[in-house]
């Protein structure tokens, strides 16, 4: 028989993918001796299970579950539902990964109006019983039979206003007592049964809630980010309470090994005499700083930093520990790797090479490259920082600058991006897991309460996203939609705001930022990169500008220099438009004649800029359609420029029109039409390097052919490009070589690869016309489908950002095997959007690839990515 | 050293890939005893070097070519420029398949001013000398110089006034050597240069001029029509001239050995007396019967009589033959297998089986599918026939009924079909190979010259184009554009005219047409097909009409009926909209309710017609905004008659648009955002099912998911599928069994087809998206992209239409081997278009599908079709 049901003694951390992250630990300090209060992990096979089921527990695991809770009876000297000495239980998700505050807990497990008395009698604490009791009656009514919380609160309140006090410590036990008898009304009323007081019943439906939860919107959105399968399922923890809210020797907190947002390596976290955990996270008491413990309780202080300094030891990484006090015993009820800002992750690894802990190797393969994202984001420019004056001041939760329109909520928060393509700072109370997809569109998020370790700076600083905390002089009435500022100033929705997440600064402006600056950490972990890694990295770059930015960050030159986005400026469509709407060849060469000279200069910029690197150019690819006007206003005014007749420009328009323009007359296809234009082009980019060479850099241009589906286009336009090229380079006595590729970005294309490498120099993968294609799926009209989607669990992340590796995956290595059995010098890189992105980068690898190639600001994250994937395969 | 060139008697017929088949057909005659006039042929390979040498001969060619001459002049007796005796020569294309007319010709090579007179002296007759001269150079001015023809007809057209006479055989040879000096006057005045006087010159310019046709427009045009590769190049064959114009025991004609109009077995054809042969094909003088020569030259008939029994047997097929009569004597040009119409090429087929000739395998393998659509087309409704009045009769030149509007040349017939999609007959003169494209888009051709075997017969009976031939009876002016009847009534174009290809008649009216009434031979060749075909045949039919007509048509299921099309009828489209506006669930549900009644009779009437066969039907699969009012007017009316507000509406229709809807929201991807339509589908499909079993069928429904792309949307669909299928067929007791499967039309589909079987029950490949896709080439704007495909070689046919292999072949094998790993038993079918086409359907058999399915009439095509690709593998 499969075992469903592991007791701590019997796992370890390896055992994560069946007993989840957080069980898996908890077996580990077990084994390392450290105080754990004990229990047992229904696995996330079972949770499989479950669903298999029909969401329901098989009788066979409900038979592990009882014999597993009859041990720790044993281990505790507690029993389960013994009002004299009842066994108390915590139950709480736990997948492979941690996914913060997606999935439910529920809490006091256990307590009955029987055991209630008993915990009073043997506690001696009847308000700590009966605070217990009512916690518990909340959170099972809310996360097991989803009866409103706020009905709970309600009760609270009414008994705090009719005793007349502010905190929920000032009632007492008799007080409390009568909350609970609310408590069970509301209960009652929600669900229409009695509160169950059958502690097994209980169990049984907590485990079954948790499991639910797996499936929750907010879990389903948070695997999405974070690229999770549906399948993995969660596992369930089943513990022995402990309780940090029995009197003054009694406490809970939460600590890092190491400062998670700077890298400084302290001790580092705050707590809570007498509370129990979730006072901590929820942030409504502000807790005090770990260090502090040390003069409260210092022995229980010295034995957890001992803990501490034997788990990141073992773990070779900065820990993120949740630990309970009770009545001077401390129990830690979790350890895992710790989140951790960008600056702070590539400080901490550095450091733990240099304190010998671990080797480069291992220290780049800890990093997580995405995260790198955070350092490139741009601060506030200073000049304009000095001259600002802030509002207020709350706790620099995520570094960062944001600035944006105010929202207030979530869901206006998204509306004002998807909608109207606003830049939004979210405001909030505190934020909750309900928000997380207004958070990932917000440029920053700035909340009124909750701490450094609140739902807002933790989720926050795993986005990588500017976060101002706890900013507590701020009055935020989310319901009226307004803020009040210390000098009683409102603020409402739409209005400016900026936040410096590394100050806590809140600004009433939209300042002006600028680029970051890089620390000496991240400069040494992409020089260990770049030793480790196999693969070039190269960037997508269509200006000069943007080919400085990217070299200074390490981009070893370009993959994928876009020649049409050159013409979108306002000055230069003019002329694009005349070569368009020519109706013959001779006029469009003489458009095109206009037109050369400015293509020209944009090479000769960008060869100047990018030296002695290699620089992909690809050719005219969008359809031409794309750079007419499109009101009947503005083709009325640019026929009159034209000289042209409304009706017949508009005719021309309309015969340009077409369905489907992504598979239509575009990239090659257009220079099967009309070779002029690729002649063009060709003499544009070898005139401009002619140019630079005699400037005294060795040029190497790349000419990259789009949309290839068939050889014989591309033998034809090589034809045509290395006749026009070397009629310029011979003219001019050059001596610099150039190549000539394609980009592989249609499914025949790879299908075929075999037949068209013998005339291509290199291929570049161009992914995300290729996953459009393969799925059949357009990415302009894939909104609301995928959104339905993931709904629907078809699929867990979007295919154009994260490479499908089964299927768009499959003809890329095809494409790869069949270039190199007729052609193994052939160069191979990737220009889509995947080229930035780890996971997809780690693919590239896997099938050979020559570089990657990425926007500027991803180009250090792709060297990173690059580099991990070498080690992976060493 | 490779050989290029070879006499007549160093080849066979089974040469014909090196020799074309024109002269591998003159070697296998001659290694049969048959007279033949000697000669040699320059291969196809030499064509493919002449291009890959700059369209220049090698030296070493010529020299094999001026051996072969010389060997020629051997077995002639004659010498090569010698005015004593001079060897003159034809120069002739010849492809590995017949192109007729679509190359160039050269005769009477040879003569120069010395020669002439020597053929004068030699002949004794210098009318007939100066005659053949004049043909000489317009020829060689013509093909080889590029000199306009009609500058040299003037010079003859003007003799013949000044002599005032009417035919060239009136001219004496005096009047001939004028013509002779005319016509050397206009080659100097076009070309620059005196007309050459050496006949090795002559000679190679001759063969080049041959090589160089077979790139010219039309018979790219030719090739692309018909499938033929430019890379097999033409040879060309250099033939001693044989003279049927030397006087009244001489005559030139061409005849097949049956009748290739009706396949009756009887000597076929026509030949003039003292004429050169192209004086028959080009239809000038009108020719003689076959039969008639039994009395004129009843040695000569006798003759020819034997060789074609001869022929017929040796090459198990028609013939077709061109022959000259030289001085009573008779020699073989050419001779091949005749091309005939559909009737006769199925008589002919059941008739050799029938003389024991051919076996029921061999009669099958000769045959041409695509051919049997002529026999399938309407004639006229007889009523409307009976009542109308011919305006005039020419010959019954092609089977089949026409009716359409004048244009009077290709150009404007073209431009009618394609911008204004208007039916045209097209009404000329006489045709010639330009106007091949305007004859494949016109209904039906109209010549007012020619014969049987003249260019317009011929052409239209390939291409199974009704045409009506020589109707000289008629008055046609190509170029005032206009036409005049035997009554005097006029007709310009965009009048409607009706052609009845079987009867030759003419009539100035729109007739309504009937089906075709099939005969015995039909049924024969049929009944064999479904004899030996190992894939089944299915049809495309969307309503009963159709499905009846695919039933006798011997259709054994239907293959995809698409529930769209029900939608379309002005009736239903108003409920369909209401359920595209439909905001909310219940909305949507509510609108289905409405349609369900209309989708379940439908479904009722098409399994009642096709009683106990299978039924694919395919569920909704467009994009809903397909089915939307376009214009600002009818989005109006809808919203007025829907009560919503016209901006609501007009918001809808906006929301729905799609950028590119080909790869939008359609297909399944509509049932994973609305479940509710695939399950009103199911339930109307099943339903219908149940009353149609109970009247007594065994109904078996195929519920086909389209656009699959991921095995989790059909995993999702099937259970809701089998769910509503099962309560229904449980509910009513019903005994009928039902399959679930998907289209397998996205290149994703096709590499993860292992995932996607095990829920399927079949496969039906959607090979139309499947090339869109692969390709990456929308269909709906693909127009424009293959003209310049074809023009620059890179494509020879439009891939929608024959199934490209390479690629989206590559898928459909990857696809089958993939499901078949996982699932053996699984059912595989085809019905995008390449269902109906030969080529395609061999492919079909190669990867193991079980059946195709096509559009009705393309039924007995695919019987045959899928006969000959069994039979081809055993």
Same mark, same amino acid.
């Given at each position: 028989?499969?075992?469903?049901?592991?007791?701590?003694?019997?796992?370890?951390?390896?055992?994560?993918?069946?007993?989840?992250?957080?069980?898996?630990?908890?077996?580990?300090?077990?084994?390392?001796?450290?105080?754990?209060?004990?229990?047992?992990? $229904? =696995?996330?096979?079972?949770?499989?299970?479950?669903?298999?089921?029909?969401?329901?527990?098989?009788?066979?695991?409900?038979?592990?579950?009882?014999?597993?809770?009859?041990?720790?009876?044993?281990?505790?000297?507690?029993?389960?539902?013994?009002?004299?000495?009842?066994?108390?239980?915590?139950?709480?998700?736990?997948? #492979?990964?941690?996914?913060?505050?997606?999935?439910?807990?529920?809490?006091?497990?256990?307590?009955?109006?029987?055991?209630?008395?008993?915990?009073?009698?043997?506690?001696?604490?009847?308000?700590?019983?009966?605070?217990?009791? *009512?916690?518990?009656?909340?959170?099972?009514?809310?996360?097991?039979?989803?009866?409103?919380?706020? %009905?709970?609160?309600?009760?609270?309140?009414?008994?705090?206003?009719?005793?007349?006090?502010?905190?929920?410590?000032?009632?007492?036990?008799?007080?409390?007592?009568?909350?609970?008898?609310?408590?069970?009304?509301?209960?009652?009323?929600?669900?229409? =049964?009695?509160?169950?007081?059958?502690?097994?019943?209980?169990?049984?439906?907590?485990?079954?809630?948790?499991?639910?939860?797996?499936?929750?919107?907010?879990?389903?959105?948070?695997? *999405?980010?974070?690229?999770?399968?549906?399948?993995?399922?969660?596992?369930?923890? $089943?513990?022995?309470?402990?309780?940090?809210?029995?009197?003054?020797?009694?406490?809970?907190?939460?600590?890092?090994?190491?400062?998670?947002?700077?890298?400084?390596?302290?001790?580092?976290?705050?707590?809570?005499?007498?509370?129990?955990?979730?006072?901590?996270?929820?942030?409504?008491?502000?807790?005090?700083?770990?260090?502090?413990? #040390?003069?409260?309780?210092?022995?229980?202080?010295?034995?957890?930093?001992?803990?501490?300094?034997?788990?990141?030891?073992?773990?070779?990484?900065?820990?993120?520990?949740?630990?309970?006090?009770?009545?001077?015993?401390?129990?830690?009820?979790?350890?895992?790797?710790?989140? #951790?800002?960008?600056?702070?992750?590539?400080?901490?690894?550095?450091?733990?090479?240099?304190?010998?802990?671990?080797?480069?190797?291992?220290?780049?393969?800890?990093?997580?490259?995405?995260?790198?994202?955070?350092?490139?984001?741009?601060?506030?420019?200073? +000049?304009?920082?000095?001259?600002?004056?802030?509002?207020?001041?709350?706790?620099?939760?995520?570094?960062?600058?944001?600035?944006?329109?105010?929202?207030?909520?979530?869901?206006?928060?998204?509306?004002? $991006?998807?909608?109207?393509?606003?830049?939004?700072?979210? !405001?909030?109370?505190?934020?909750?897991?309900?928000?997380?997809?207004?958070?990932?569109?917000?440029?920053?998020?700035?909340?009124?309460?909750?701490?450094?370790?609140?739902?807002? %700076?933790?989720?926050?600083?795993?986005?990588?996203?500017?976060?101002?905390?706890?900013?507590?002089?701020? @009055?935020?009435?989310?319901?009226?939609?307004?803020?009040?500022?210390?000098?009683?100033?409102?603020?409402?929705?739409?209005?400016?705001?900026?936040?410096?997440?590394? @100050?806590?600064?809140?600004?009433?402006?939209?300042?002006?930022?600028?680029?970051?600056?890089?620390?000496?950490?991240?400069?040494?972990?992409?020089?260990? =990169?770049?030793?480790?890694?196999?693969?070039?990295?190269?960037?997508? %770059?269509? =200006?000069?500008?943007? %080919?400085?930015?990217?070299?200074?960050?390490?981009?070893?030159?370009?993959?994928?220099?876009?020649?049409?986005?050159?013409?979108?400026?306002?000055?230069?469509?003019?002329?694009?438009? +005349?070569?368009?709407?020519?109706?013959?060849?001779?006029?469009?060469?003489?458009?095109?004649?206009?037109?050369?000279?400015?293509?020209?200069?944009?090479?000769?910029?960008?060869?100047?800029?990018?030296?002695?690197?290699?620089?992909?150019?690809?050719?005219?690819?969008?359809?031409?359609?794309?750079?007419?006007?499109?009101?009947?206003?503005?083709?009325?005014?640019?026929?009159?420029?034209?000289?042209?007749?409304?009706?017949?420009?508009?005719?021309?328009?309309?015969?340009?029109?077409?369905?489907?323009?992504?598979?239509?007359?575009?990239?090659?296809?257009?220079?099967?039409?009309?070779?002029?234009?690729? &002649?063009?082009?060709?003499?544009?980019?070898?005139?401009?390097?002619?140019?630079?060479?005699?400037?005294?850099?060795?040029?190497?241009?790349?000419?990259?052919?789009?949309?290839?589906?068939?050889?014989?286009?591309?033998?034809?336009?090589?034809?045509?490009? !290395?006749?026009?090229?070397?009629?310029?380079?011979?003219?001019?006595?050059?001596?610099?070589?150039? &190549? $000539?590729?394609?980009?592989?970005?249609?499914?025949?294309?790879?299908?075929?690869?075999?037949?068209?490498?013998?005339?291509?120099?290199?291929?570049?993968?161009?992914?995300?016309?290729?996953?459009?294609?393969?799925?059949?799926?357009?990415?302009?009209?894939?909104?609301?489908?995928?959104?339905?989607?993931?709904?629907?669990?078809?699929?867990?992340?979007?295919?154009?950002?994260?490479?499908?590796?089964?299927?768009?995956?499959?003809?890329?290595?095809?494409?790869?095997?069949?270039?190199?059995?007729?052609?193994?010098?052939?160069?191979?890189?990737?220009?889509?959007?995947?080229?930035?992105?780890?996971?997809?980068?780690?693919?590239? &690898?896997?099938?050979?690839?020559?570089?990657?190639?990425?926007?500027?600001?991803?180009?250090?994250?792709?060297?990173?990515?690059?580099?991990?994937?070498?080690?992976?395969?060493?």
């Amino acid at each position: 028989m499969t075992k469903y049901v592991y007791l701590f003694t019997e796992g370890d951390a390896g055992m994560r993918n069946l007993l989840g992250g957080k069980a898996a630990n908890l077996a580990e300090m077990t084994r390392l001796g450290l105080p754990v209060p004990q229990g047992f992990t $229904v =696995s996330t096979e079972a949770c499989t299970r479950y669903y298999a089921d029909g969401e329901t527990i098989a009788p066979e695991i409900q038979e592990q579950i009882i014999q597993a809770l009859h041990a720790t009876e044993k281990i505790s000297g507690k029993e389960f539902g013994n009002p004299k000495n009842p066994l108390l239980l915590s139950i709480r998700s736990g997948a #492979r990964v941690s996914m913060p505050g997606m999935m439910d807990t529920v809490l006091n497990l256990g307590l009955t109006d029987e055991t209630v008395a008993g915990l009073a009698k043997l506690t001696d604490n009847p308000r700590f019983a009966y605070d217990s009791y *009512r916690r518990f009656i909340a959170m099972f009514g809310d996360v097991v039979m989803g009866v409103e919380r706020r %009905a709970f609160e309600d009760v609270l309140e009414k008994q705090k206003r009719d005793q007349n006090v502010e905190l929920d410590n000032e009632l007492d036990a008799e007080h409390m007592r009568a909350v609970t008898d609310g408590y069970k009304e509301v209960y009652k009323k929600a669900t229409g =049964s009695d509160f169950p007081q059958d502690p097994r019943t209980q169990l049984m439906a907590a485990i079954k809630a948790v499991f639910r939860s797996w499936e929750n919107e907010r879990a389903q959105y948070y695997r *999405r980010m974070n690229g999770i399968p549906s399948a993995w399922g969660t596992a369930v923890t $089943v513990q022995i309470m402990v309780y940090g809210n029995m009197g003054e020797d009694s406490g809970t907190g939460v600590a890092f090994t190491r400062n998670p947002a700077d890298g400084t390596n302290e001790l580092y976290g705050e707590y809570l005499i007498n509370a129990q955990g979730e006072d901590v996270v929820a942030g409504v008491r502000t807790p005090q700083p770990i260090a502090t413990l #040390r003069d409260v309780l210092p022995e229980v202080y010295q034995q957890f930093a001992e803990i501490c300094e034997i788990l990141e030891q073992h773990y070779k990484d900065m820990q993120d520990m949740e630990f309970t006090i009770e009545r001077g015993k401390l129990y830690m009820l979790q350890t895992r790797n710790g989140k #951790r800002t960008a600056a702070a992750a590539l400080k901490i690894a550095v450091d733990m090479v240099e304190e010998g802990m671990l080797s480069r190797e291992e220290a780049l393969l800890k990093l997580d490259p995405a995260q790198l994202d955070t350092l490139l984001h741009p601060t506030f420019e200073a +000049k304009a920082l000095k001259a600002a004056t802030p509002i207020a001041k709350g706790l620099p939760a995520s570094p960062g600058a944001a600035t944006g329109r105010i929202y207030f909520s979530a869901g206006a928060a998204s509306a004002a $991006v998807r909608e109207r393509g606003e830049k939004v700072v979210l !405001v909030r109370g505190e934020t909750s897991p309900e928000d997380l997809e207004g958070m990932a569109l917000a440029e920053g998020v700035l909340t009124g309460k909750g701490g450094m370790t609140s739902h807002a %700076a933790v989720v926050a600083r795993g986005m990588g996203k500017c976060c101002v905390a706890g900013a507590s002089e701020l @009055t935020i009435d989310e319901d009226k939609k307004q803020m009040i500022d210390p000098a009683g100033k409102m603020y409402g929705e739409g209005d400016w705001l900026s936040l410096d997440g590394s @100050t806590g600064q809140v600004y009433d402006a939209q300042l002006p930022t600028s680029d970051a600056e890089l620390t000496d950490d991240f400069a040494k972990i992409m020089e260990w =990169s770049d030793e480790y890694r196999r693969m070039g990295v190269r960037t997508n %770059a269509d =200006s000069p500008g943007d %080919a400085a930015r990217a070299l200074e960050l390490g981009a070893e030159g370009i993959g994928l220099c876009r020649t049409e986005h050159m013409f979108f400026e306002e000055d230069r469509i003019f002329a694009f438009r +005349k070569m368009i709407v020519a109706e013959t060849r001779e006029a469009r060469v003489k458009a095109l004649d206009e037109i050369i000279g400015l293509q020209r200069n944009d090479f000769v910029g960008i060869f100047r800029a990018m030296e002695d690197r290699p620089v992909v150019v690809r050719l005219l690819d969008p359809p031409l359609h794309e750079f007419l006007p499109r009101t009947d206003k503005e083709i009325d005014d640019l026929a009159a420029a034209l000289g042209m007749t409304n009706v017949k420009l508009h005719g021309i328009v309309e015969r340009l029109h077409e369905l489907n323009p992504m598979m239509g007359h575009r990239g090659c296809r257009l220079a099967i039409s009309y070779p002029e234009i690729y &002649e063009m082009q060709t003499r544009a980019i070898i005139e401009a390097a002619v140019i630079v060479e005699k400037e005294g850099h060795k040029v190497h241009p790349e000419i990259m052919v789009p949309l290839v589906c068939d050889y014989r286009e591309l033998e034809i336009l090589r034809e045509l490009i !290395v006749k026009t090229a070397d009629e310029i380079i011979s003219a001019a006595d050059a001596k610099f070589t150039y &190549e $000539v590729g394609t980009m592989i970005e249609v499914p025949r294309a790879a299908i075929l690869s075999n037949e068209i490498a013998p005339f291509a120099d290199f291929y570049s993968f161009g992914t995300n016309d290729m996953t459009q294609m393969t799925y059949g799926l357009s990415r302009d009209d894939a909104g609301k489908i995928l959104d339905d989607y993931y709904n629907a669990r078809i699929m867990e992340a979007d295919p154009t950002a994260h490479l499908d590796v089964n299927g768009v995956g499959a003809l890329l290595q095809l494409a790869v095997d069949k270039a190199k059995d007729v052609k193994p010098e052939i160069g191979l890189g990737i220009c889509g959007e995947h080229g930035g992105d780890p996971a997809s980068i780690d693919f590239c &690898e896997e099938i050979g690839l020559d570089y990657v190639s990425c926007s500027p600001y991803r180009v250090p994250i792709a060297r990173l990515a690059a580099a991990q994937a070498a080690l992976r395969r060493k």
